[in-house]
């Protein structure tokens, strides 16, 4: 009788299916979120191009253009949104202004520091990390156009391993508006403050 259980193979397959089945669906769960994630990662970039060449003509309207945004990704994502604060338009006069305003690094440290001079771009007579304006600026201005959507993921998947239930996504493009008026510039000047 011993004999005869220790040689029944009968159900050994549906006992290693059962131990391999939940790493498999696991699997195959992360691979598909994976896809998707960078279908509407996809869609997203392409519509915020889009947007942004959209923003650059003179009275362009900015709002109907980040409805279409959000119009074109929620074609594949259906409850997507914007994260809060977003989309987020920032105008630099020059290309080269889209970085921390210049200052003259008198201990090293690479932070700017009272006494240390500094190049006011934007003339608000203190040093930004970020010196440009919000909004789409005027005519030759550099804009840095930023949006941010979230939605819900497709599995439960994220629950399982601990994550949040939503994606988040952020695409960003830079473009410079036409030339369609002349260009409001002032020179910057320097602060020893």
């Known amino acids: 009788m011993r004999r005869a259980i220790r040689s029944d ?3 050994a397959a549906a ?5 391999v089945v939940p790493f498999l669906l696991l ?3 992360g691979l598909c979120e994976l896809a998707y994630q ?3 990662r996809a869609i997203l970039t392409g519509a915020v191009e889009k947007a942004g060449r959209d923003s650059t003509i003179q009275g362009a ?4 253009i980040d409805d279409q945004v959000l119009t074109q990704v929620q074609q594949a994502a259906p409850r997507a949104s914007f994260s809060t604060g977003f989309p987020l338009r920032k105008s630099y006069t020059k290309f080269g202004y889209i970085q921390p305003e210049p200052f003259t690094d008198l201990n090293g440290d690479g932070v700017r520091q009272t006494g240390e001079c500094y190049t006011d771009i934007n003339n608000n007579k203190s040093w930004d990390a970020d010196p ?23 599995f439960p ?9 939503r994606q988040v996504l952020t695409a960003t493009t830079t473009l410079k508006n ?8 002032t020179a910057p000047a320097t602060v020893c403050l």
């Open 27 to 29: 699997l195959i769960m």
């Open 61 to 64: 309207d900015i709002d109907t």
């Open 157 to 165: 998947l994220a629950a399982w391993l601990g994550w949040t239930g």
């Open 132 to 154: 440009g304006s919000n909004g789409a600026g005027g005519a030759s201005d550099s804009v840095v156009y930023t949006v941010t959507i979230n939605y819900p993921r497709l």
């Open 38 to 40: 960078g279908y509407i």
């Open 178 to 185: 036409q030339p369609y008026g002349t260009q409001a510039v």
């Open 9 to 11: 193979a009968r159900g």
């Open 15 to 19: 006992i290693e299916f059962a131990l």
